[in-house]
Structures are given as C-alpha cells and as structure tokens.
C-alpha cells in the first residue's frame, strides 16, 4: 500500500498529524477514516490499513490533539467540540482529497467516543458508522466520591496529568506480542488529564443518551471480555438504535479486537458491512 503523510491546523488551531494508505495500482473505491484510542496514535492502525486497502479502500488517520504526533499536553483534549471537529475536519480532507466517494467513520475506544459525537453533532456526509470498544462508559469506573472529587478538580486543575492505570494486559491477552508492541512505542503513553477524562465520561453519557437520533447506519463490535471499556453501554446502544445497528459481541474479547484472536474475523465483518452499504 502507498501513504502519504502531512499536518494540518486542528479546530482550536492545534497542530494535527494524519496519513493516508491507499490501494496499490488501483483506483479506491471508498475512504474511512479513523480514530483513535485513549494513549495512542493512528499508526498503530496500518495493520487494520493494511486489510482495508487490500480490499479497495482509502484509510485516513489522524492523531488526535495531545496524542503521537499531534501538538499538545499529552492525553489533554481541550474540548469534546475540538475533538469531534478534528474527526469532521479529516472527513473533509478525504472529500477533498477523495471527491464522490463515499465515506466511513471507524472510531476505536475513546475515538469511538469522539466518532459518535461526531456524527450526532455534526452529521457528516458519511455512508456508515463503525464503533470497535468505544468508550461511552469505562468497565470499571470510578466511584462517587472519586467522580465528585475530579468534577472538583477540573475547574481549578484541569490540565493535572494522572495514569490512566491501563495495564498492557488489560488490552491483551497475557503473553500477546502486541503488548510488547504498544510497551515499546515511544508514542505511546498512560497520561490522562482531569479535563479529558470529564469530557469524555460526559460524551459518553450524552451519546448514549442521544444515541436514537443518529441518522446512518452503525456497526458496532464489543468483546464481553473488554477490561477497558463497557460491553453493557454498547449494548445499551444497539438496543436504542435498533435495525440501524448490526451489533457484534464477540464472547471473551478483549479491548483491542483489532489485535486480538478475533482480528480476521473483526475485518471480515468491517470490509463485508461497508461493502454492502457501496
């Protein structure tokens, strides 16, 4: 597959890093666009690229504001509006880049937080929407006590940097080689400011809320194993949306399908649904 890479000016004037993968010796027949988790960066989707330009399609993605090589404190998001414009601003640059094509938003984790919010506030021009263990509530979230202390803090401390507390083998299974991948990757990071973990459980929770109003189709994939996010708020989800959402539970799965045992099976049902929706 060929790339092509370049920065452009984020919604709050930050600086945003994307790439592009494109099909070799071959005209694409479609473009997705991708978001990224929590802590990491959107190179560590050129395997997830890899199958989907083998398959005839675009692949963009960006890092986002405080992530790989974005501009930004580390795991800081500004706003969830800044967030969801960065999302809509790549969707742009792929119509631009890509004109008449139809277009898909894939958000993973925290970037499937940011993609649904993405298309319930802006309704982009897009032809589908792919959830993979988005974070619209945490597996395990914090107590009372803990959500009343940061509500406290982000007013007067927001950019106060925490661990996220995320272990490689809350993603992996033990022993599975892409934890010593992700421990290895300098663009990596645990970092998590008070201010983003209170955007995002407040987008998550707004999401679902709204989550009846989206206008296009969803495919949305959770494993019951995921020690990061919520199986139960995807399911709440495809509950609300009913026939608009194709819901794919994989029993066991951990947080990172795309680099789980379910990989092959994940991409089959990605490339299949889109195909159909042409």
């Known amino acids: 597959m060929k790339r092509t890479d370049w ?31 929590m802590g990491e960066h959107g190179e560590r989707y050129s395997a997830v690229a890899e199958r989907l330009t083998g398959e005839g399609y675009a692949v963009l993605a960006h ?26 601003l790549l969707l742009e640059q792929a ?20 993609a649904l919010n993405c298309a319930l506030r802006l309704q982009p021009n897009i032809e589908g929407l792919i959830l993979s263990s988005p974070w619209l509530r945490l597996a395990k979230g914090p107590n009372a006590v803990m959500k009343a202390l940061a509500r406290l803090l982000v007013r007067v401390m927001p950019k106060l940097s925490l661990s996220t507390g995320i272990s490689p083998d809350d993603l992996y299974r033990p022993g599975y080689e892409h934890a010593i991948t992700f421990l290895g990757d300098p663009l990596c990071h645990s970092s998590i400011t008070i201010r983003t973990f209170h955007i995002m459980t407040d987008a998550g929770e707004w999401a679902i809320a709204h989550s009846k109003e989206l206008q296009v189709p969803v495919l949305l994939l959770h494993g019951t194993g995921d020690k990061v996010t919520s ?3 995807s399911k709440e989800v495809a509950e609300h949306l009913g026939d608009r959402c194709k819901f794919v539970a994989y029993e066991g799965g951990y947080h990172e399908l795309h680099n ?11 490339t299949n649904w889109i195909t159909r929706r042409l």
């Not at 930050?14 to 070799?24: G, N, V």
């Not at 694409?28 to 990224?36: A, Q």
């Not at 890092?63 to 999302?87: F, P, Y």
């Open 7 to 37: 920065r452009f000016s984020g919604a709050n004037g930050t600086d945003i890093y994307a790439r592009e993968w494109l099909p070799d010796g071959k005209e694409p027949k479609g473009v997705i666009c991708i978001v990224h988790g």
């Open 63 to 88: 890092d986002q504001e405080g992530h790989g090589l974005s501009a930004g404190q580390r795991g800081h998001l500004s706003s969830i509006e800044t967030a969801v414009h960065n999302a809509g």
């Open 95 to 114: 119509g631009t880049r890509h004109p008449q094509l139809p277009s898909f938003l894939y958000g993973h984790s925290m970037g499937g937080n940011v």
């Open 231 to 233: 199986f139960e708020a």
């Open 260 to 270: 789980d045992i379910f990989a092959v099976h994940l991409l089959n049902i990605v």
